[in-house]
């Protein structure tokens, strides 16, 4: 079994930053790919960014230029840098790990302010 905690979410001003941390834990396989996907309210979830445990990263054209996902392969933990912070970008962030299995974490909020 595969758990992810993600934590660093929170209420920021639009133009601000935040930075988001999903740590796992249990049986991952280690070519894998992990991600951050998002679900704001009445909306459905939507991919936001992923990476594989090579590298390759893949984002979504709303974030791109602005957000920057990055992992640590040792810790077994990903996460998300997101400037220039716009209200449209509030949702729930919910890490994703894909390793002989698909795991989620339960979320974090993250709430910016115009």
């Known amino acids: 079994q595969v758990q992810l905690v993600e934590s660093g979410g929170g209420l920021v001003q639009a133009g601000g930053s935040l930075r988001l941390s999903c740590a796992a834990s249990g049986s991952i396989f280690s070519t894998n790919i992990m991600g951050w996907y998002r679900q704001a309210p009445g909306k459905q979830r939507e991919l936001v960014a992923t990476?594989?445990?090579?590298?390759?990263?893949n984002y979504a054209d709303s974030v791109k230029g602005r957000f920057t996902i990055s992992r640590d392969n040792a810790k077994i933990a990903v996460y998300l840098q997101m400037d220039s912070l716009k209200p449209e970008d509030t949702a729930v962030y919910y890490c994703?790990?894909?390793?002989?299995?698909?795991?989620w974490g339960k979320g974090t909020l993250v709430t910016v302010s115009s």
């Open positions: 994703r790990c894909i390793s002989r299995g698909d795991y």
């Open positions: 990476i594989t445990s090579g590298g390759t990263t």
